[in-house]
């Protein structure tokens, strides 16, 4: 297992559209998390999976984001109607189930909208 | 709110010398507490992980520790080299959620 691994890496869309993202685990963790980071920020907690059941969502997670993760493996972030102020870098970590364990970050989506 | 607090923003130091960064937290009940090093452009690699029951970790050149009554967390750099340049962030584990909450970063210059 080569770490938590995301797709695609850069994404230019043109206002309006819709993208995905996916997100790839390290394969025994149970956790997921989504972040977002904008430039000299640090990341922002967007959501939370423990195995398939979403636990937490942030209240920056407008209507037009949803994330998924069928079967507690993999999991995908949408966000439809993308507007100029959702361009960040999209950050996925994953983590053992148990509490205060180390958390792997992917190397990010770059996200762009034009 | 957890806030989490990192001072100072940016750093520049000459290459061999040691450094601290500091990091501030307003999370009493804590869990733990992890530090990252991110590169322009790239995702985060994790340092160092301190448990809440934990004072300090030690991996090579880099040692963090944990001050829970204080509210603060330090990472201290040895011996500093050109590599280590990069954008170095704390966060804490709550003791209420599982979500990590971050600070803004320092960034580190290492100067040949």
């Known amino acids: 297992d080569t770490g938590v691994s995301q797709d695609p890496r850069h994404k230019i869309t043109k206002r309006g559209q819709n993208v995905t993202f996916r997100c790839d685990p390290i394969?025994?963790?149970?956790?997921l998390y989504w972040y977002r980071q904008t430039l000299g920020q640090g990341p922002e907690f967007l959501t939370y999976?423990?195995?398939?059941?979403?636990?937490?969502k942030s209240r920056l997670l407008s209507d037009r984001f949803s994330a998924e993760r069928p079967k507690g493996s993999f999991s995908t972030l949408e966000i439809q109607r993308t507007e100029q102020g959702d361009s960040a870098m999209y950050l996925c970590?994953?983590?053992?189930?148990?509490?205060?364990?180390?958390?792997?970050f992917g190397q990010g989506t770059r996200l762009t909208v034009v | 709110k957890q806030e989490v607090t990192q001072i100072p923003a940016a750093l520049s130091v000459p290459e061999g010398e040691n450094l601290v960064l500091n990091c501030s937290f307003t999370d009493s009940a804590i869990y733990n507490l992890q530090w990252f090093r991110q590169d322009p452009g790239k995702g985060l690699t994790s340092l160092l992980l301190?448990?809440?029951?934990?004072r300090e970790q030690t991996s090579g050149r880099l040692n963090a520790s944990l001050d829970k009554s204080s509210g603060r967390s330090t990472l201290y750099i040895a011996a500093s080299q050109p590599g280590d340049s990069a954008t170095y962030l704390c966060a804490e584990e709550g003791g209420s959620n599982y979500k990590l909450t971050f600070g803004k970063g320092t960034l580190l210059t290492v100067n040949p």
């Open positions: 999976f423990q195995n398939e059941a979403q636990l937490e």
């Open positions: 301190i448990q809440s029951s934990q």
């Open positions: 970590a994953s983590s053992s189930l148990a509490r205060g364990t180390e958390a792997f």
């Open positions: 394969s025994e963790h149970n956790r």
